[in-house]
């Protein structure tokens, strides 16, 4: 079993920036995936971000350029850096572990931006 932590949402005005932190507790296989995902009202779950435990990262075109993610396999937390919000960028962020196949979720911090 895997637990998933996050924090560091909240509310900033357009172009601000947020960092979002998510730690994983629990059985962790040293190969893993994790990353961020994110609910706005009214719509589905979308992929964001993710960043495998070798460093391969991948993004969702709408983030590309705007959004950093990285992470301490030391400590198995994954960081999600986001610049020049958008009020598009408005939704529940979701932490997310694939851990040999099993995955799991956080509890979904709120981040708000504003025009």
């Keep these: 079993q895997v637990q998933l932590v996050e924090s560091g949402g909240g509310s900033v005005q357009a172009g601000g920036s947020l960092r979002l932190s998510c730690a994983a507790s629990g059985s962790i296989f040293s190969s893993n995936i994790m990353g961020w995902y ?5 719509n589905q779950r979308e992929f964001v971000a993710i960043m495998t435990s070798g460093g391969t ?13 990285s992470r301490d396999n030391a400590k ?9 919000l958008k009020p598009d960028d408005t939704a529940v962020y979701y932490c997310n ?19």
């Design 57 to 69: 990262t991948n993004y969702a075109d709408s983030v590309k350029g705007r959004f950093t993610v």
């Design 76 to 84: 198995n937390v994954v960081y999600l850096q986001m610049n020049s």
């Design 38 to 42: 994110r609910q706005a009202p009214m």
């Design 97 to 115: 572990i694939n851990n040999l196949g099993r995955v799991y979720w956080g509890q979904g911090t709120q981040v708000t931006v504003s025009s």
